[in-house]
């Protein structure tokens, strides 16, 4: 299942980046789209499981943590101080050995209104998506919790280093309820919390 999804995620955002490139060519002049490249890593949400070492060290998977990758746009409006970004991006968390897996993991399709402080200062507010939402342990077999489709709330600060590289501070508020264990639906009144503090650098195409 995790390769799939990296397949999946790897198509989402080359098939994004072609979407992107076309847009921006054919967009009105009034505006002005640039395709972007995001990564980041993020902290936060439930402690969901610890795979320990031989050695004796340990790697902890959270529901909220782990690294970031997407693509998406960004949409300005000419001698306007506003305008919105979009993305679709992969985001988990996981602690790999040689007999052993353990991955939280979704999708986030996200939509970012923003304010230009100054030239170099955005601040934004958003809502995503989170869809895909799995956590995984591959251990003496499989155990498998899928979660329900989520909305997510977003606030951001950010920070134009160049016309084409930005470095962010998002934070996330979000809650994951479980629908399936190992195939089976399930009811629980216990939500697992997504909620983390993320650092992202962010890489615009446009001139």
Known sequence: MKTVKSIVAASVMLAAMQVCGVAANEMNKSYKVEPQFIMGYAFGGDDMGTLKYEDGSDSDVTSGGGYTLG?????????????????????????????????????????MPYYQLNENVNVAVGVSYHTGVEYEVDFEGTENFEFDAAIAWMAEFEYMSSRNLAFSLRGTVVDYEVAEHNDRSVSSTENVSGNNLGIFMTYSFGQ
């Open 71 to 111: 693509a998406g746009l960004k949409v300005s409006f000419d001698a306007k101080p506003y305008g919105v970004k979009t993305s679709v991006n992969y985001h988990g968390d996981s602690a790999t050995a040689e007999n052993a897996d353990i991955t939280f993991d979704r999708f986030e399709f996200s939509v």
